[in-house]
């Protein structure tokens, strides 16, 4: 319906080419359909015809955030700013892309502004409490973390973040509670049960720890940060066949990760099977783009394996 609709617009503009508004609607419509680049070139000719024009600078500053200019993005956004200072929608979307680029007090200014004109706006106690998260003022994640969930209590993002700021701050039986919610609601959540694998572990519950790094597995079987602690795991318990199987399992997803062949060339080293170690050394190698050690290193290990 969209690609009709353009096709539509580029035959009335080819009748009236400065019709700013149906330029506009254009540009709308290549935004829609994905076609940032020439929903970009639309309104940046509206820029020029009309750059008083808030709504403009502020469609430009979405279709640069879409493309990922976060930094053109804020001067786009801060001129719709400037042009309408008190437009909500503006402030927000200026304040998310602060967040992207690590602009924390300039972002917290323009959420607690938000709160100000909307006491009730639960994304703004989202942000402010990411934002907290992200300066390590865990107290006063937690407290905004809470009141968006007050208001939305089915807001599954601010209870990942309350459950990652209460193990910040010790109170592992909360931090715990707040995970099994998560996953309750969403069961591919795969940070939510690596989370809890790690705070497991930190308790001393290995088994535990590799019940969750499985189920992390499960969801995200491109995780290799789990499948890494996972293998490290069950080789301290000497599960090497069960080690050597989560690995082959994640290979069948990731056939080209190099690091997967090198766990395996490492739990048969433990198992002292020099020609398998030898064998997934050299396989490392071949995938050596995708490594995320020394090549250097990697190939002098191999060297001294093949002297053994």
């Known amino acids: 319906m969209s690609q009709d609709k353009i096709v539509e ?3 009335k503009l080819k009748d009236n080419p400065d019709n700013l508004q149906l330029i506009e609607e254009l540009a709308i419509e290549y935004s829609n359909t994905g ?9 940046l000719y509206l820029k020029d015809a009309d750059p008083e024009n808030p709504e403009v600078f502020y469609n430009i500053g979405i279709i640069l955030e879409k493309l990922k ?9 801060e001129k719709a700013l400037e042009l309408a200072p008190e437009d909500s929608d503006i402030i927000f979307n200026l304040a998310s892309v602060y967040i992207k680029i690590k602009k924390f007090e300039p972002a917290e ?3 607690l502004k938000i709160i100000e004109k909307d006491s009730n706006d639960e994304n703004a106690y989202f942000h402010l409490g990411e934002i907290y998260s992200k300066r390590l003022e865990h107290e006063k994640a937690i407290e905004y973390l809470n009141k968006a969930l007050n208001l939305d209590s089915q807001d599954v993002f601010a209870k990942f973040y309350l459950a990652y700021e209460y193990s910040k701050i010790g109170k592992i039986d909360e931090s715990i509670k707040y995970y099994n919610e998560v996953i309750k609601q969403n069961p591919d959540y795969s ?6 694998a790690s705070i497991y572990l930190e308790k001393g519950d290995e088994n535990q720890a590799l019940l969750y790094l499985e189920k992390t597995l499960k969801t995200n079987p491109s995780d290799i940060k789990s499948l890494k602690l996972s293998v490290k795991l069950l080789c301290k318990k000497k599960k090497y066949a069960a080690a050597e199987r989560v690995v082959r399992q994640c290979l069948h ?8 062949y090198y766990l395996l060339a490492k739990i048969f080293k433990k198992l002292n099977n020099k020609i398998n170690y030898i064998k997934y050394l050299k396989y490392t190698l071949k995938q050596e ?20």
């Open 253 to 260: 997803d990731n056939p080209d990760e190099a690091d997967l």
């Open 109 to 111: 200014k323009l959420f």
């Open 69 to 77: 200019y976060n930094d053109e993005s804020v001067k786009a956004y």
């Open 35 to 43: 076609e940032n680049e020439e929903a970009l070139k639309k309104f």
């Open 289 to 308: 783009m995708t490594f995320s050690g020394h090549i250097d290193e990697l190939k002098k290990e191999l060297k001294e394996a093949e002297k053994k």
């Open 191 to 196: 940070w939510a049960y690596y989370n809890l």
């Open 9 to 11: 617009l580029q035959h």
